[in-house]
């Protein structure tokens, strides 16, 4: 029982400069968030306008069931008409997750483009060449197209297939959606 | 299932922790000139990393995320380390007090080996699923352990030749673990 | 002890890689860009110099029992910081420094300096210990990085767009990424440590007589 009063002590001690640098960190937490975020979606902008010619974009994220892998889901708009349905797709790939943008647009059902943004942890000039790789899909329908795997890179390139698969099952299942907001 | 095995094999060999990430270097000059204390260093890692990993995994993905506290990660993190460090040290202290005597201070060292934050940290986030999470995080610290002990054993045969007094010790081990990672690299164009 | 050997101790006779052989970890991997170098460099001062006036300041209050846990959360809280205004402000560096910046926590440094003085010494004191053995890392960390940096592309960058390159024509004859990849990395280190304990040595013969 002697021993009881020490670790209430010790304990209250930890709690309270836990709560200290907690408090800390929430306050500059609130300073530097919303400039981290706001860059992010200056960055994002600049990559969806790249490679997804489209006037303006929403995020669509949070109205939509998404499957897995998929990250995030935009719009894409050209003079106020939905035209691109774009998704953020995440799959793992050798060291890491592997981001892809796909880009089908809703009049035709084709592919408009397919982007990695991300392959950070694959290997350098192996897996990481599917980074800057033209996998030519734009303009082919998504029902019959032809994806190339790089050779000597086939891990990487299947979680790229992947990512399109998972896009494409998803615009086919909530295409009816997607039309009744154009 | 393919896909965790390439997991795992990547982890353990092409990325991997020591050579190739760089993380837990201090212990690896510091332990590994006996291949008995590298190992023994070695399995208490694994079990260390492996288990705060996913403890991490969890506590992030249901706790900080849920209330938006993403940014405590890395004091909960270190915090859950240090804490698991004291209760294996508890542990093997009173199971195996021969085994306790002979890890001695490395024990209490894990806390601040960089492996074991490293791994918490790329683990403790919204890319991983429980299962790939343990995998990836097992995977590695036997990754370390094998390194770990292949060095121990390259270590004693050194020790004991013609190494100029100036280079003896870390520098020569250094650059031993320079051409293990020269090795090591090599792995990539396995799959 | 006066105030400018205090400091002056970190950067030489108790330099922190190349003396006490601390944080190995981010000295190997981050060392590819002197900026890189020199951006670790302000975190860790930042971190060192705060955590040592922290832990100095509260040395009374805490009890011996759990002091470790305390300067972990000191340490850690200080980190975060350095992260988030990092990843706000210098958005590139945090990018590169990546992993590493948090696992400033584990740098044996900064919980070593606790310990051995922080713990132990008035908080000015404690301050300018931190900052020579901050700096004394720094220094070391950017040594290391303009050799890496500029074998392996013949071009050393301080910050940035400021930059220093060779001429290209003769870059592709000597330069090879050889020296920012791992393997590097541990060959460069062990060579400038054996000849760092060589000088060493040799000083110590030269005393002797």
């Known amino acids: 029982m002697k021993e009881l009063p020490k670790t209430i002590k010790y304990s209250l001690l930890l709690v309270i400069l836990g709560i200290v640098a907690g408090g800390l960190l929430a306050y500059v937490n609130s300073i530097t968030a919303p400039i981290i975020a706001e860059r992010k979606d200056a960055e994002l902008k600049e990559i969806l306008e790249e490679y997804f010619e489209c006037e303006r974009f929403t995020d669509e994220t949070t109205n939509y069931e998404l499957d897995k892998g998929i990250e995030k889901i935009y719009f894409g708009y050209v003079e106020n008409n939905l035209e691109v349905v774009i998704y953020q797709t995440s799959t793992n790939g050798y060291g890491g997750p592997i981001v892809t943008l796909v880009g089908i647009n809703l009049t035709d059902d084709k592919l408009v483009n397919l982007q990695v943004a991300s392959a950070e942890n694959e290997t350098v000039g192996i897996g990481s060449k599917v980074l800057n790789h033209d996998f030519s899909v734009a303009g082919e329908n998504i029902t019959d197209y032809s994806f190339e795997i790089i050779s000597g890179a086939t891990v990487s390139s299947n979680a790229v297939k992947n990512n399109l698969i998972i896009a494409i099952k998803h615009y086919t299942e909530n295409k009816t959606l997607f039309e009744k907001v154009s | 299932m393919k896909e965790i095995l390439t997991l795992a094999f990547s982890a353990i060999l092409i990325q991997n922790v020591l050579l190739s990430r760089f993380l837990g270097t201090c212990p690896f000059m510091g332990v590994s000139n006996k291949r008995s204390s590298a190992v023994g260093m070695g399995l208490a890692v694994v079990f260390v990393i492996t288990l705060s990993s996913v403890i991490s995994w969890a506590l992030y993905n249901y706790v900080l995320v849920v209330f938006e506290m993403t940014y405590m990660k890395t004091i909960i993190f270190i915090l859950v380390i240090a804490a698991l460090v004291q209760i294996i040290e508890m542990f093997v202290k009173k199971v195996s007090p021969p085994l306790y ?74 650059i031993s673990a320079g051409i293990m990672a020269m090795i090591f690299a090599k792995f990539t164009g396995v799959i | 002890m006066t105030k400018l050997q205090n400091f002056t101790k970190g950067i030489l006779k108790e ?195």
């Open chain 3, 15 to 209: 330099n922190p890689i190349l003396v006490s052989v601390l944080g190995l970890c981010p000295t190997l991997a981050i060392t590819k860009s002197v900026e890189n170098a020199i951006g670790m460099g302000i975190a860790i001062l930042f971190v060192l110099v705060f955590s040592n006036f922290i832990i100095s300041l509260i040395r009374n209050i805490v009890p011996n029992e759990i002091r470790i846990p305390m300067f972990i959360v000191v340490i850690a809280t200080l980190v975060t910081l350095v992260e988030m205004l990092m990843a706000a402000f210098l958005p590139a560096l945090h990018e590169s420094l990546g992993i590493f910046i948090p696992l400033i926590v584990v740098n044996c440094i900064i919980l070593g300096r606790a310990e051995a003085y922080a713990s132990k010494n008035k908080p000015l004191d404690s301050i300018i210990d931190g900052a020579g053995m901050a700096i004394g890392y720094t220094l070391v960390l950017i040594i290391i990085s303009i050799i890496r940096e500029f074998l392996a592309s013949g071009t050393i960058t301080f910050w940035g767009d400021l930059q220093l390159t060779v001429n290209p024509e003769q870059s592709a004859q000597i330069f090879t990424s050889f020296f920012v990849s791992p393997p590097g990395a541990f060959i460069i280190l062990g060579l400038l440590l054996g000849i760092v304990a060589a000088i060493r040595n040799h000083k110590k013969e030269v005393k002797k007589q």
């Open chain 2, 101 to 174: 005597r002979s890890l001695g201070i490395y024990l209490p060292l894990i806390t601040t080996n960089c492996a074991v934050l490293g791994m918490a940290t790329i683990v403790g986030s919204e890319e991983y699923t429980l299962l790939t999470a343990f995998v990836f995080s097992f995977a590695s610290a036997v990754g370390f352990l094998l390194v770990m002990y292949i060095f121990a054993t390259l270590r004693e045969r050194i020790d004991n030749g013609n190494v100029p007094k100036a280079f003896r010790g870390v520098p020569i081990a250094l």
